[in-house]
């Protein structure tokens, strides 16, 4: 029973939550810039919009186009399982491997790039071949991050690497927690398709990635993608939190009240991370797509010397 009630708060919490960290960071951009901006739940509302709208599908897309939102956002959901939100989860609850997270989140990639394909257009296509070669790009430096980071917990066990950083003290004043955390920076940004990789709210076909392949959908099942999208950020989000800035050993409290000061924490956590996203953005501008491989090569060489820096001082 309560192995149910966790897995129904971990799914309750990054589902409501998801949106909201793309609120913040379009409400930091947008005061940065001296404009009001949108409402900071202003995708909640779009997102009930979309949900009650019928969707209109093409009468070339075959089945694979119908059922990508629905296996899109199964995938992120499962995902989102294998991050807790918080170490005073148990670990029954989330016996999830990295590596099997990062490959799950692949297979939500891998269909939306044949969705992509599927519809016979022109900028969806552009769009998956564009996908498919930044995600290529970037796996290395992800599995280089995540087998280091398992490396000194000795364990790829997510769960198993929270509680090693725990007992790291403040693991952003090592070196190797320091370099890995960089690069995860930048791997969320190229995961979550923001500025300098990719423009969500580009209206521009030819400068357009993860937009390009959603184009065609409409209705419940565009309001599906927008929504597996955010909580695929949050993942990452979540992961680099709770790994990089721990806090559940400072919490002097057990039960409902711990749990309860655990998650509060872990909201602030990511929104602090949200408005370093937005300040990345903010600082930069969109890159040509044939700049990529060097922001790629970056998040690469920052995941490898955190690498060598687990050999040479931590053994």
């Known amino acids: 029973m309560s192995t149910f009630v966790y897995i129904l708060v971990q799914i309750l919490v990054i589902i409501l939550l998801a949106p909201l960290v793309n609120g913040v960071i379009q409400k930091v951009k ?28 093409s009468e070339v897309s075959s089945w694979i186009f119908k059922a990508t939102p629905y296996i899109v956002f199964s995938t992120a959901v499962t995902a989102a399982l294998f991050v807790p939100v918080s170490t005073m989860i148990t670990p029954a609850a989330f016996p999830g491997d990295a590596i099997m997270l990062i490959y799950l989140l692949a297979l939500g990639r891998f269909f939306m790039v044949l969705a992509g394909l599927d519809t016979a257009s022109t900028f969806g296509g552009m769009g998956s071949s564009r996908e498919a070669m930044i995600s290529s790009l970037m796996e290395p430096s992800i599995i280089v991050s995540v087998i280091t980071i398992g490396l ?11 509680t090693t950083a725990q007992f790291a003290g403040l693991p952003l004043a090592h070196p190797v927690y320091l370099v890995v955390f960089l690069a995860f920076l930048v791997i969320i940004v190229t995961e979550s398709s923001r500025i300098p990789v990719d423009d969500p709210a580009t209206h521009l076909e030819l400068t357009m990635v993860h937009e390009a392949m959603i184009l065609e959908y409409s209705g419940r099942h565009l309001a599906l993608m927008e929504l597996s999208a955010v909580i695929k950020q949050l993942v990452f989000i979540t992961f680099v939190v709770n790994i990089f800035m721990p806090h559940d050993q400072l919490i002097g409290m057990v039960g409902i009240g711990a749990i309860m000061l655990s998650l509060l924490i872990y909201v602030l956590k990511v929104i602090v991370i949200s408005v370093l996203i937005a300040v990345i953005e903010i600082s930069t501008v969109k890159f040509r797509l044939l700049s990529v491989p060097n922001l790629a090569a970056l998040s690469f060489i920052l995941s490898f010397l955190g690498f060598l820096n687990y050999l040479v001082l931590w053994r």
């Open 30 to 57: 947008a005061l940065t810039q001296k404009r009001k901006g949108a409402p900071l739940l202003q995708m909640y509302f779009d997102l009930r919009k979309l949900f009650h709208k019928s969707a209109v599908v």
């Open 152 to 162: 000194i917990s000795k364990s790829t066990s997510v769960y198993q690497m929270m």
